[in-house]
C-alpha cells in the first residue's frame, strides 16, 4: 500500500525556532531598496581569460531575467552566462555575473543600456563563474508597519539565531508566488508532464488567491487550448508560462513543452521539489529538537568547506565533536534528494526515506529520471542549520515612515527571508515571493 501524500506543501515554518520572544509584525519588501543584498566573492578576476566578468546591481529583474539580458546584449547563447547565485527580483540585488567571450574584453562591447541593470565594475577571468562560487551574502533588510520598540525583540531574536544557528529552511521564494512550484518539479520527476502543465497552465486549486483577471483568463484558454491567446493573456512578465504554451501551439507534446523550457526554470522546479522534501525533513528536526544535534547516522557538514562525514558512536563520543557542534562549524545536514546524493544510515536514513515517500517519489523514480536530466537534479546534502554573521538590528526613519533595519551576512544558499521569518513572526504572504 502506498504512503499516504504529506498534506502539508512545506513551504512555510511549522513552528518557530524564537518562538519564546515576540515577534516585531510588520512587512517587508515594499519597495526595492527595503531589501538590499549583495555578494561577497569567493575571488577576485585575474585580469585575463575568455570570460567578462560584471559586477552588476540589478533592481526589479530576477536572475533568469538578468541572464536573458546579458546573453542578447552580448551576442551569446544563455549558457555561456555564468551566475554565483539566484537573487530576488523583489530586491536592489549586487551581484558577480560572467560572460563567455572568448578573444573579446569589455570595452569590445557597447554600453549597457537598461534602467534595471547598473554595471559596477568589470574584468576578465579565466573561468565561467559557476553556482556557489561566493563567500557569503550580506543583507540590509527594513521591516515596515512596526513599532520601534520593537527593535529590542529583533535584536533578542537575532542574538538566539547567532547562538544556535539559523534553521537553514528553503524560503518561501523557492516556491513561488503560488507556493506550487515543487509540484511542478514532483511532477516533471515522476515524468508527468501533463500534469506539470496543468499545474504551471491550468485552473488554480479551490482556496488559492488568484493574481490578476489576466491570469485568470490565460488559464482559461489553456484549458481550451487557446495556446496562442493564452500566452498573450499571460503578459510578457510570465516567460516561463508563455515559452511552455507556445511550443503547444505548434503542436508540439507535453514533454516537448517541458524540455523546450529555459534550462534555469526548469532546474528551479525540481529544486523546489528537492527544497520542500529539505524542509519536510527539518521541521521533523525541529520539532524533535534535534536540528542543532548529531545522531548516529548522521552525516556531519562542515562549514569550512562543505565536506560530510559520518556520524558514529565513536566519532559522536568525541569531545572535539560536541566542541564543534557547539561553535558551529559542523552541523547536521538534510537530503537534496538526488542519485548522487550521500546517504546516512540508521533511524536518520529511515526517516529521510519517510521524508520523500510522503511526497509519492521513490529513490527509483529518482534514477529514473537520470538519462533525462542528468546533472540537474543530481542531488547532495544541505546542512539543517547555517551560522548567522555580523547581526545588527537599528530603527530608523525616511520619507516613507519608520522601520527597523537588520543587518546581517550569510553564507551561500541560506535565505535571508528565513531569518526574517523568525525576527517578524507573521502570517503566510507578509513576504513578497517571486513568480
Not at 80 to 99: E, F
Not at 278 to 284: A, H, P, Q, S
Amino acid at each position: 500500500m502506498p504512503p499516504e501524500l504529506d498534506s502539508s506543501p512545506h513551504t512555510r515554518p511549522e513552528a518557530y525556532l524564537t518562538a519564546a520572544i515576540p515577534g516585531t509584525g510588520g512587512v517587508i519588501k515594499q519597495r526595492p531598496e527595503d531589501f538590499i543584498v549583495e555578494e561577497v566573492p569567493a575571488y577576485d578576476p585575474s585580469g585575463e581569460g575568455e570570460h567578462i566578468y560584471l559586477f552588476v546591481q540589478k533592481v526589479g529583474l530576477s536572475t533568469s531575467q538578468l541572464v536573458s539580458v546579458l546573453a542578447r546584449h552580448f551576442g551569446v547563447r544563455e549558457f555561456a552566462v555564468g551566475y554565483a547565485g539566484l537573487k530576488d527580483r523583489h530586491a536592489v540585488t549586487r551581484q558577480v555575473v560572467s560572460i563567455h567571450t572568448p578573444g573579446k574584453k569589455p570595452e569590445d562591447f557597447p554600453s549597457l543600456r537598461d534602467p534595471r541593470i547598473q554595471v559596477l565594475w568589470s574584468d576578465l577571468h579565466a573561468n565561467k563563474l559557476r553556482r556557489g562560487h561566493l563567500k557569503a551574502n550580506r543583507f540590509s533588510i527594513k521591516v515596515r508597519e512596526t513599532t520601534l520598540r520593537a527593535v529590542f525583540d529583533a535584536k533578542r531574536t537575532l542574538e538566539a539565531l547567532a547562538a544556535s544557528g539559523v534553521p537553514n529552511r528553503a524560503g518561501e521564494q523557492r516556491f513561488g508566488i503560488l507556493a506550487n512550484n515543487h509540484l511542478v518539479g514532483r511532477a516533471i520527476l515522476l515524468g508527468d508532464d501533463q500534469h506539470a502543465l496543468d499545474i504551471l497552465l491550468g485552473p488554480l486549486p479551490a482556496g488559492v488567491p488568484d493574481l490578476s483577471e489576466d491570469n485568470r483568463r490565460s488559464r482559461r484558454l489553456y484549458v481550451e487550448k487557446k495556446y496562442t491567446d493564452a500566452a498573450v493573456t499571460a503578459g510578457k512578465g510570465a516567460i516561463t508560462e508563455r515559452r511552455a504554451l507556445a511550443m503547444l501551439a505548434k503542436g508540439a507534446t507535453p514533454r516537448q513543452a517541458i524540455d523546450a523550457l529555459h534550462g534555469l526554470a526548469r532546474s528551479f522546479f525540481l529544486t523546489s521539489f528537492q527544497s520542500a522534501v529539505f524542509n519536510r525533513v527539518l521541521d521533523t528536526r525541529l520539532r524533535e529538537g534535534t536540528f542543532d544535534k548529531l545522531l548516529v547516522g548522521d552525516l556531519a557538514f562542515k562549514h569550512e568547506n562543505g565536506a560530510l562525514f559520518l556520524i558514529t558512536p565513536e566519532e559522536l563520543a568525541k569531545p572535539d565533536t560536541a566542541e564543534r557542534l557547539a561553535a558551529i562549524t559542523i552541523s547536521p545536514s538534510g537530503p537534496l534528494w538526488g542519485p548522487d546524493m550521500f546517504p546516512t544510515t540508521g533511524a536518520v536514513a529511515a526517516m529521510e526515506g519517510e521524508a520523500l515517500a510522503s511526497f509519492g517519489v521513490t529513490p527509483a523514480d529518482l534514477a529514473a529520471a537520470v538519462p533525462r536530466f542528468g546533472q540537474e537534479h543530481q542531488g547532495h546534502r544541505r546542512p539543517l542549520r547555517v551560522p548567522i554573521s555580523y547581526p545588527s538590528v537599528q530603527a530608523g526613519g525616511d520619507e516613507h515612515g519608520h522601520y527597523i533595519q537588520c543587518d546581517l551576512e550569510l553564507p551561500p544558499g541560506a535565505f535571508a527571508t528565513v531569518v526574517m521569518d523568525e525576527v517578524m513572526k507573521t502570517p503566510p504572504g507578509s513576504q513578497a515571493s517571486e513568480p
